[in-house]
C-alpha cells in the first residue's frame, strides 16, 4: 500500500521554527506535486504549500517569506520549514501527493493522517 505519514508537529512559542517532514512509502513509480496544507479548529483545510517535481513551488499569501517547502525525491519526501510562527499557524497540517503507484500505473491522491501543530506563549 502507499501511504504519507507526517511528522515534527509540536507545540512551539509565538517566532519559532518547526520543520515538518512527510514521508511516502510503499510500492511507487513516481510522485508528482507534494503539498502541505492545513485545517484550523472549525475552518477549512487550505493548501499552504506546494512543490511540482522539478521544485517549482507555490506557497499561500499568509505563509510567503516565512515557510518553505522542499522535496527529496531520492527519499520520497517532502518538508516544510516553518519560521517565525504566529498563533494563527495553529492548525493540523497533512501532507498530500500525486503518486502512481506500480500496480495501477495510474495516478492517484494521497492524504496523511496529519501532524498537530500548535503556537501559543
Known amino acids: 500500500q502507499v501511504q504519507l505519514v507526517e511528522s515534527g508537529g509540536d507545540l512551539v512559542q509565538p517566532g519559532g521554527s518547526l520543520r515538518l517532514s512527510c514521508a511516502a512509502s510503499?510500492?511507487?513509480?513516481?510522485?508528482?506535486?507534494m503539498s502541505w496544507y492545513r485545517q484550523a479548529p472549525e475552518k477549512q483545510r487550505v493548501l499552504v504549500a506546494s512543490?511540482?517535481?522539478?521544485?517549482?513551488?507555490n506557497y499561500a499569501d499568509s505563509v510567503k517569506g516565512r515557510f518553505t517547502i522542499s522535496r527529496d525525491n531520492a527519499k520520497n519526501m517532502v518538508y516544510l520549514q516553518m519560521n517565525s510562527l504566529k498563533p494563527e499557524d495553529t492548525a493540523v497540517y497533512y501532507c498530500?501527493?500525486?503518486?502512481?503507484?506500480?500496480?495501477?500505473?495510474?495516478?492517484?491522491?494521497?492524504w496523511g493522517q496529519g501532524t498537530q501543530v500548535t503556537v501559543s506563549s
Open positions: 498530500n501527493a500525486d503518486i502512481v503507484p506500480l500496480v495501477p500505473r495510474l495516478l492517484y491522491n494521497y
Open positions: 512543490i511540482t517535481r522539478d521544485s517549482s513551488t
Open positions: 510503499g510500492s511507487i513509480f513516481s510522485i508528482n506535486a
